[in-house]
């Protein structure tokens, strides 16, 4: 196998290095300062910091911080990834239209960047955690429903981390929380918490859906909660219909 491994290249160097990359289909990670940025049906930025960006050559892109299995931005398979130097810093772009998404990484440094051919498949294998909770709905969004595209997992609130955040078809902004037991009125009070960081975040003021239970005047923006979770005791159910949260019964593991 061919791997091909620059240290502290400069911008223009790590450039031409990804579009050699790009032209033979490797897999590529790039570590470096940076910062990023999504744009599309939702947006997210996150400051300048250290991290590794990982490209796939089926055109996936996953940002991954020093916290977390999962990465906190990523576009999916079939995504277009493209270079450049602009303003002498390195920027990469991954793009689809359908929907119109870009995530863009702007990096101020480039500490490691290496490409690689890899083969070969993979068989996954799931344990009954919430991670493997969250991974069944990143790759099967429509689980949660139709049109959910999901955005980000441990996205930092005022409450606390969201585990998924995502929109639906129309666009709503979306809190997934998951619960891999049977859960009660706990969870979905803490569901509530963390539409309400959200809407205050992006201020909006909700009415009927997802409000926490507080009341609203005129519906800007509504920020929609879902408790993923195999079954509810009938206390968290009611709680579920007071806030106007939806509940989507899955297990960690497909059946049979």
């Known amino acids: 196998m061919t791997v091909t491994s620059a240290h502290d290249p400069s911008h223009r160097e790590a450039l031409?290095?990804?579009?050699?990359?790009?032209?033979?289909?490797d897999l590529i990670s790039v570590f470096?300062?940076?910062?990023?940025?999504?744009?599309?049906?939702?947006?997210?930025?996150l400051g300048t910091g250290?991290?590794?960006?990982?490209?796939k050559p089926d055109g996936a892109a996953l940002v991954h911080t020093d916290e977390g299995r999962q990465p906190v931005n990523w576009q999916p398979p079939g995504s277009?990834?493209?270079?450049?130097?602009?303003?002498?810093?390195?920027?990469?772009?991954?793009?689809?239209?359908n929907p119109d998404e870009t995530l863009t990484v702007r990096f101020d440094r480039v500490h490691q960047l290496s490409a690689m051919a890899v083969t070969?498949?993979?068989?996954?294998?799931?344990?009954?955690?919430?991670?493997d909770l969250r991974t069944r709905i990143l790759e099967r969004p429509e689980l949660v429903e139709p049109g959910f595209e999901p955005r980000e997992t441990e996205r930092p609130s005022s409450?606390?981390?969201m585990d998924v955040f995502g929109v639906d078809a129309d666009g709503t902004p979306v809190v997934v929380e998951l619960k891999r037991r049977r859960?009660?009125?706990?969870?979905?009070?803490?569901?509530a918490r963390y539409v309400r960081a959200l809407r205050e975040e992006l201020g909006?003021?909700?009415?009927?859906?997802?409000?926490?239970?507080?009341?609203?005047?005129?519906?800007?923006?509504?920020?929609?909660?879902?408790?993923?979770?195999?079954?509810?005791?009938?206390?968290?159910?009611?709680?579920?219909?007071?806030?106007?949260?939806?509940?989507?019964a899955l297990e960690p593991t497909p059946e049979g």
């Open 80 to 97: 277009e990834h493209r270079a450049a130097v602009r303003e002498g810093r390195l920027r990469v772009r991954s793009t689809r239209s």
């Open 32 to 45: 470096g300062r940076c910062t990023v940025a999504y744009e599309g049906r939702a947006a997210s930025d």
């Open 159 to 161: 409450a606390g981390p």
């Open 50 to 55: 250290d991290r590794l960006l990982v490209l």
């Open 120 to 131: 070969g498949g993979r068989d996954l294998t799931l344990h009954g955690s919430e991670e």
């Open 204 to 248: 909006a003021e909700t009415g009927d859906r997802g409000d926490g239970g507080e009341g609203g005047g005129e519906t800007d923006l509504v920020v929609r909660g879902v408790l993923v979770a195999p079954s509810v005791t009938d206390r968290a159910a009611e709680r579920l219909v007071d806030r106007g949260f939806d509940h989507v």
């Open 16 to 25: 031409w290095e990804l579009e050699d990359a790009f032209e033979r289909g």
């Open 183 to 191: 859960v009660g009125p706990d969870a979905v009070g803490q569901l």
